[in-house]
């Protein structure tokens, strides 16, 4: 059952990628017949030369780059290597257009905005054309020294080195037996924690994920401790502690020796995810083409997700990484299995498509198999909700999983808001995720509402009919007077697509509504 006190939901989290408030995101288009991921793969692993040099690489300058800019000669660099796009253009699932943003220039920038987690070598090695030239730079010589100052000059405007004292830090401290490392982030953080923990081999990779930035330590330990760690957060003041236990009695001259990236604060964009190898413990179907794929951690792995956030699951399926992002949720809506469930687990909410590329693999696994599994995604906030008294949300398939975190978040956490309404569309009744645990929930609480929406129902269905609308949306989102309403959205591309455009057409602000992006 759904139970806000119990906390039975997703974990947070989105199968989809999140665009910033109010923004559609990247759209996807109708890809011709024969031109999938799988079709693409298998095309450039042809043998045919997609570079033009005949497996030559050479070096390019910027003004060669600069000359392939056709549709038909399409070169761009990505972190300093050269890659011919034309052969990919009909398979990117962004159609050309996106693709041409990046023609004959550094395409870094426009790739790290939507495709950051795409392992872009795997996937274009074929398409390599050589690395950038080396610019080198002429040093000019400093310029002369200012005058002297006399006492009729005004004084010099300086400008002020940065706030260091909002910067976060840490400290530790030991006892025989334990060591503890604290962090102070210097600001509230989430309740549900926002700590990433791993220790491998002896080296802690301590990441807080704060908003749009991230704060790292990263050390090769002074001596071994054992793989059980628990990480405590007191959200209000901001203080994260990492409790750790020695193998060995004894007292540490130090915490140990740092590494690359150690006491680091960075947008989190600029920051690597950290993947994790995952055992497949179970898995259970819950519809005709749905199941729950539990996941466990490795030890001495502590993973906490922040609302609206998803995690990556990456794979090499016929010599090339495929990425994709899925909902981690709650174990309470998982099936009882003959194993107890650790708290390191990882539950995935998964439709599986008999003609895609990576859930026809995940399907395929063995238990027992292992999957490498990234740290949370995405840049959804609770913040804009803070002062919100309506909250709609609008959700169609799978997009279900992120709106139950916050369907929690919102009944739970929220005091400002008085009144949750869920809109869920699905083709048909079978399709329908979670309908007991939400009609449950909706009897039981007064402030939420769920309507469900069938496509082609069948003809003994008594609810709401047919597809998302402009009559239907100005229907459903009633703005009180004197209330504060928000709006989010999940679903397949074109779902979400038109929803924005009808929530703008409706006189909804960028700062009333956000879109998780597929």
Not at 170 to 198: A, I
Not at 260 to 276: G, I, M, Q, S, W
Not at 430 to 444: P, Q
Request: proline share 8%.
């Amino acid at each position: 059952m759904l139970n806000p006190s119990a906390q039975a939901f997703p974990l947070p989290g989105s199968q989809q990628r999140v665009a910033a408030s109010g923004q559609p995101g990247r759209k996807k288009v109708a890809l011709k017949p024969g031109h999938s991921l799988m079709d693409w793969i298998r095309f450039s692993k042809s043998g045919r030369d997609l570079t033009g040099l005949r497996g030559r690489l050479i070096e390019v300058t910027q003004e060669e780059l600069q000359k392939h800019n056709t549709r038909e000669d399409c070169w761009t660099s990505i972190r300093g290597m050269v890659y011919n796009l034309s052969p990919y253009m009909d398979y990117h699932p962004g159609g050309e257009e996106e693709l041409m943003k990046a023609a004959g220039i550094d395409g870094t920038e426009l790739f790290d905005q939507v495709h950051r987690w795409v392992n872009y070598e795997s996937m274009l090695k074929e398409c390599l054309v050589g690395r950038m030239a080396t610019v080198k730079k002429v040093i000019n010589p400093p310029p002369p020294p200012p005058p002297a100052l006399t006492g009729l000059l005004p004084p010099v405007s300086v400008t002020p080195l940065p706030d260091r004292d909002s910067q976060p830090r840490y400290d530790w401290f030991q006892t025989d037996v334990t060591v503890h490392v604290v962090v102070y982030t210097k600001r509230q953080v989430p309740n549900t924690g926002c700590t990433l923990v791993d220790l491998e081999s002896g080296v802690l990779r301590v990441e807080v994920l704060l908003g749009k930035m991230s704060y790292m330590m990263h050390l090769r330990l002074a001596d071994s401790v054992e793989d059980s760690i628990t990480v405590h957060t007191t959200a209000l003041v901001g203080k994260i502690q990492v409790n750790m236990q020695k193998q060995v009695k004894r007292k540490w001259t130090s915490l140990g020796e740092p590494l690359e990236n150690h006491n680091t604060l960075l947008k989190k964009k600029d920051r690597a995810l950290c993947y994790r190898g995952c055992l497949l413990v179970s898995k259970t179907e819950v519809n005709h083409n749905t199941y729950i794929f539990r996941m466990q951690l490795p030890p001495g792995t502590v993973r906490h997700l922040p609302v609206g956030q998803h995690v990556f699951l990456k794979a090499l399926i016929q010599d090339t990484e495929v990425v994709r992002p899925y909902t981690p949720i709650d174990p309470s809506l998982a099936p009882t299995s003959r194993s107890p469930p650790q708290e390191s687990d990882i539950y995935l909410l998964i439709k599986v498509y008999p003609d895609g590329v990576f859930t026809p693999y995940l399907n395929s696994l063995p238990i027992g198999a292992h999957i490498s599994i990234s740290g949370p995604e995405g840049t959804f906030s609770l913040r804009p909700l803070r002062d919100v008294t309506h909250l709609y949300l609008l959700a169609a398939g799978t997009g279900l999983t992120p709106m139950v975190r916050l369907i929690r978040s919102a009944l739970q956490d929220i005091e400002s808001i008085r009144k949750v309404k869920l809109l869920f569309f699905n083709r048909r009744e079978e399709d329908i995720l979670c309908r007991c645990e939400l009609d449950e929930l909706a009897a039981a609480k007064e402030s939420f509402e769920v309507e469900h929406v069938l496509s082609e129902p069948c003809d003994s269905w008594g609810g709401r009919r047919g597809r998302v609308d402009e009559a239907m949306l100005k229907d459903v989102l009633n703005r009180p007077g004197g209330s504060q309403c928000y709006v989010c959205v999940c679903g397949p591309p074109a779902f979400t697509e038109l929803i924005v455009r009808l929530l703008e057409q409706q006189g909804f602000s960028e700062g009333e509504f956000h879109a998780f992006q597929g």
